[in-house]
């Protein structure tokens, strides 16, 4: 039973344009998303994250979008560049204990 | 200088044998986990300790025991071995138990043959 998606197991993008990943979750006591970002042999980096008091947040290239009534999440990247191919983790938890992390999407910047 | 450090990396064992991985944070964090990463690359919570004490167990085989000897260490001995044990096991940390920000090792990857 999964609480946290990625439907999407990979994305390509062009360099320079913008890439979306989504995620969605069933369980509606979930407070806390964050975004984790994964290179190979490497272990996943917190990128950015958003309570559910919130509908957005920014942080540079990088917006996530929160809609709570759909329980859905997306990670905007714009400009899309290279060096952020790699593996992205929606993970979302209540009160920030135990985090629930998605499958990852693996995303594909080409120059 | 590593923040989060877990050995061994890389870690080829027959079934039936009993392994750790250890796990260093120098971060001064007070809450610790380790993670399981399985075939289908889900990332799922096994253990948390806040400053030593055990906080989150979840349904893992006695087989995995954790031990932390103190607060920036949390060892992972896991006895018996099974195939499907197979995994790429992670150690994190962070600042206090729920905050989500957590900081991951390299992960230490567990064949068992």
């Known amino acids: 039973d999964q609480q946290v998606k990625q439907n999407s197991p990979s994305l390509s993008v062009q360099e320079g344009r913008i890439s979306i990943l989504n995620c969605d979750y069933t369980n509606s006591m979930f407070d806390y998303f964050l975004w984790y970002k994964k290179y190979p042999a490497e272990g996943p980096t917190f990128l950015i994250s958003?309570?559910?008091?919130?509908d957005k947040n920014e942080d540079g290239r990088f917006t996530v979008f929160l809609n709570k009534s759909a329980k859905h999440l997306s990670l905007h990247i714009v400009p899309s560049q290279p060096g952020d191919s790699a593996v992205y983790f929606c993970?979302?938890?209540?009160?920030?204990?135990?985090?629930?992390f998605g499958a990852g999407t693996i995303l594909r910047v080409k120059s | 200088d590593t923040a989060v450090s877990q050995t061994p990396k890389y870690l080829v064992t027959q079934m039936g044998n009993d392994k750790s991985i250890k796990c260093e944070q120098n971060?001064?964090?007070?809450?610790m986990y380790w993670y399981k990463q399985d075939s289908k690359k889900f990332l799922k919570i096994m253990f948390s300790y806040n400053n030593k004490e055990l906080i989150i167990n979840e349904t893992v085989p006695n087989r995995f025991s954790p031990k932390s000897p103190d607060k920036a260490h949390l060892n992972l001995h896991i006895n018996s071995l099974e195939l499907g044990d197979s995994a790429v096991y992670f150690c994190?940390?962070?600042?206090?138990?729920?905050?989500?920000?957590?900081?991951f090792g390299e992960g230490s990857r567990l064949t068992v043959l």
């Open positions: 971060l001064g964090h007070d809450t």
């Open positions: 993970a979302a938890s209540v009160n920030g204990n135990k985090l629930v």
């Open positions: 958003i309570s559910s008091i919130k």
């Open positions: 994190a940390s962070s600042q206090r138990e729920g905050n989500g920000e957590l900081f």
